[in-house]
């Protein structure tokens, strides 16, 4: 059912409804869009759902307590969450520089909201309600609910509740803590004895009675002054992050002990389908006078699943949603594709169907449901287990179903697909069916690298398994007449990753004619394991030391390798190459050595005839093989090769690697949009069609509908799916 009335944001809605009281104050840090997309409008309105009178206060002035007295004092609690965005990432980008744009606030406009607003509005509510009960929540206050790195302060803060003056804080998806919470709260029970319900979290003086087998996790002083300690907290964390065998973990904070229960169960299948068939208005509300931009990425969306097992350690999901996937029945989703047809400003397309992974639709095995995950293991990587249940039938047809829907013309599945879950599924239906309906052009999988020891860190599978993937994914495309794209996510500067392997990458990237235009580095968020990796230079699983790429410079020079063809990161690839100064980087260095502002290449032919002191004589093992017209090149034409460019071996004849001499110098560094005759000559040479290995950004269409695209994927070079 499509709801057609928001929920109150001021006394005056309050009266127009003949409200005099209300039980619950909702505040969000986010503009208010009443869409099951939007963590706080979910709690708000299965709170209405339960019986309760509940309003929304959305991004209030946090200068003074005043918007908070202006809606009156709910009668059973104030609950604040910080947004579907961490604030921190929303405001700043890796680099620390402030952004823009905040897409959950009107107009697209930065300002709405402070730093940490979870902080602040608690702070705020506590002042406005001395004796109200605070309860935090969303994803900043799950992330932060132990002592954690903050990778803005570059310091360890203490867990969010001591700074937040609130009485309970719930973690994960809280809609069944929420739910008990506010059933305790309005028999009148006091929240210093709600102190028994899973996926919350509370201060107490000595530690005791949770209802839970309690584990010590070394204190805040500790974790502060020792860096082991906080991998062996980090990991301890984890372990007991599940809602089956998991324990409550104590952790020692200024004289106060932090208790955290273990994680609440995954909503069930039914449960699920109720919270998503409530009312909700689909819309912004109308108080604001420019449009929220986070709409438009949700509006024709649906989401089908939570949880996920795939166990990225840059990844905040599993810490938050959990590595237990459920998902709603396929009438349930009919329902909503159903309701998304008889809005106006529906066209016939369903932009995605997904979820944190989107070919996600049950647990990872059924072992889990009845021991809960495997502690310390990966469902997936580097291998999968042997217990691993992959199984696309319902996911099938699901969208088999969605596609008869009247009015809809095409079902697209933007979210991301684990592709080395796919390939474990021996019936391929969902495979040939993604490929001939479900792809605008283009499909987002995430290899983030090609080297085995950083995809290691990272917790992804070994680069072989992304090219059984390209290889199929190329045969398919061949078979249906289609030209249809990859686009790869890649991350420089992750834990473990030292030039070297950026220069590796750099490699594959230039084989392969790749020249991506955006590429992730690194985030240190809050709660994950490469967070802990980078701050302590510790692998918290095994305890063993691992290199960080800390010095931003050093980060820079990672990034700009996988993007060496720009003209103004020429001077970071030279100096990047210097400094590896092995002969694998001849070729790349032999591209980037063309000066675009004189118009002629600056290789060792023109650096012969300048003046002393200027470009000298090579000083560099690279240099002196280019001076000397060698290039000796690794050959990568098997996956399980030692260099770790990890090149299909069924791909050889279509990428020939040539030895003996380096790449003829190019005239011109072109726009995407264009190659020269020299390119065009080379892929000749080297067996591959005219054709662009890439879609040009400027020619993708702006039409969601027909395109994925976005300017903020972080990787915006697409993989060819034929190759002729």
Same mark, same amino acid.
């Given at each position: ?10 006394r ?13 104050l909702?505040?969000?840090a986010?503009a ?11 709690i ?9 009178r509940?309003a ?31 604030s921190?990432?929303?405001h ?38 001395p ?7 969303g ?34 998806m ?14 009148k ?9 899973p ?60 208790v ?54 840059f ?14 029945s ?7 594709a ?45 291998e ?5 249940d ?15 829907v ?31 309906y ?15 020891s950083?995809l ?24 249906e ?17 030292t ?38 230079g510790?692998d ?6 691992v290199?960080?790429a800390r ?26 190459? /210097?400094r590896?100064?092995? @002969?694998i $980087? ?8 063309? %000066?675009p &502002?004189? *118009?002629r +290449? ?11 002191g ?38 050889a ?12 110098? /190019?005239k011109?560094?072109? @726009?995407? $949009? ?8 080379? %892929?000749? &040479?080297? *067996?591959? +069609? ?12 702006a039409d969601?509908?027909t ?7 972080r990787?915006s070079?697409?993989f ?5």
């Amino acid at each position: 059912m499509r709801g057609t009335e928001f929920l109150p944001v001021s006394r005056e809605e309050m009266l127009q409804r003949d409200w005099y009281y209300y039980d619950f104050l909702v505040v969000t840090a986010d503009a208010y869009i009443d869409h099951p997309s939007f963590g706080t409008t979910l709690i708000a309105r299965m709170l209405e759902g339960e019986g309760y009178r509940v309003a929304i206060l959305a991004q209030p002035d946090w200068h003074d307590a005043e918007a908070f007295r202006a809606m009156g004092r709910p009668r059973y609690g104030v609950l604040i969450g910080g947004g579907n965005l961490d604030s921190m990432v929303a405001h700043y980008t890796v680099a620390k520089r402030r952004r823009e744009k905040d897409l959950y606030s009107p107009g697209g406009k930065m300002g709405y909201r402070p730093d940490r607003p979870t902080i602040v509005y608690a702070n705020r509510a506590r002042e406005a309600f001395p004796d109200t009960p605070i309860v935090i929540g969303g994803l900043e206050a799950s992330l932060r609910r132990f002592a954690h790195y903050d990778y803005w302060d570059d310091k360890v803060r203490r867990s969010i509740l001591f700074d937040a003056p609130a009485d309970l804080l719930v973690y994960g998806m809280g809609e069944a803590a929420t739910r008990e919470i506010a059933r305790r709260l309005s028999r009148k029970v006091p929240p210093r004895e709600i102190t028994d319900i899973p996926g919350t979290a509370y201060i107490a003086p000595t530690g005791e009675g949770s209802g839970f087998h309690p584990v010590a996790c070394p204190s805040y002083e500790e974790v502060c002054a020792d860096k082991t300690a906080y991998a062996r907290a980090t990991k301890i964390q984890y372990d007991e992050h599940d809602p089956i065998r998991g324990c409550a973990v104590l952790q020692p904070c200024q004289g106060r002990v932090l208790v955290v229960n273990p994680p609440a169960r995954p909503l069930s299948r039914e449960a699920l389908d109720a919270l998503y068939d409530l009312p909700y208005v689909r819309e912004v509300h109308p108080m604001y006078r420019e449009e929220v931009p986070a709409i438009e990425e949700v509006r024709f969306s649906i989401t089908h699943n939570r949880g996920c097992f795939g166990g990225c350690n840059f990844c905040a999901l599993a810490f938050h949603q959990g590595r237990m996937v459920t998902s709603r029945s396929i009438e349930s989703v009919v329902r909503e594709a159903e309701l998304l047809t008889q809005d106006p400003k529906f066209k016939g397309y369903i932009h995605d169907v997904g979820g944190p992974s989107a070919n996600f639709r049950h647990t990872s095995c059924a072992q889990q449901k009845r021991r809960g995950m495997c502690k310390g293991r990966s469902c997936l990587a580097p291998e999968p287990c042997r217990n691993l249940d992959a199984d696309h039938s319902e996911y099938t047809a699901l969208l088999q179903r969605l596609r008869r829907v009247d009015g809809v013309k095409k079902v697209f599945v933007r979210s991301g697909i684990r592709y080395d879950y796919l390939l474990q599924d021996k019936n391929q239906d969902f495979f040939r069916e993604l490929v001939d309906y479900h792809i605008s052009g283009q499909l987002k999988v995430a290899p983030e690298h090609c080297v085995a020891s950083v995809l290691d860190y990272m917790g992804k599978p070994h680069f072989d398994v992304f090219g059984r993937f390209w290889r199929q994914y190329q045969k398919l495309n061949e078979k249906e007449g289609k030209q249809q794209y990859l686009v790869p996510y890649l991350m420089s500067s992750h834990p473990g990753c030292t030039l070297e392997d950026s220069v590796r990458l750099a490699e594959f990237l230039h084989r392969t004619g790749h020249q991506p235009q955006q590429v992730q580095d690194f985030y240190p968020t809050p709660g994950t394991l490469s967070t802990c990796m980078y701050y302590t230079g510790i692998d918290p699983r095994d305890m063993t030391p691992v290199y960080v790429a800390r010095d931003p410079h050093e980060k820079a020079l990672q990034r700009a390798l996988l993007q060496w063809k720009r003209p103004e990161l020429r001077g970071l690839v030279i100096e990047a190459l /210097r400094r590896r100064a092995a @002969p694998i $980087s001849s070729a790349i260095r032999r591209s980037a050595s063309f %000066d675009p &502002r004189r *118009g002629r +290449s600056t290789s060792a032919s023109s650096r012969s005839s300048s003046p002393p002191g200027k470009s000298g004589a090579p000083d560099s093992t690279a240099e002196r093989e280019i001076s000397a017209g060698r290039c000796i090149t690794e050959d990568v034409r098997s996956i399980e090769g030692v260099s770790g460019l990890m090149r299909p071996a069924a791909m050889a004849d279509r990428f020939p690697a040539r030895r003996g001499r380096c790449p003829r110098p /190019r005239k011109l560094l072109l @726009p995407r $949009s264009g190659r020269s005759d020299i390119e065009k000559d080379r %892929d000749k &040479r080297n *067996g591959l +069609s005219l054709s662009s290995f890439f879609m040009p950004e400027a020619f993708l269409p702006a039409d969601p509908a027909t395109s994925c695209h976005s300017p903020a994927e972080r990787s915006s070079a697409a993989f060819p799916s034929r190759i002729r």
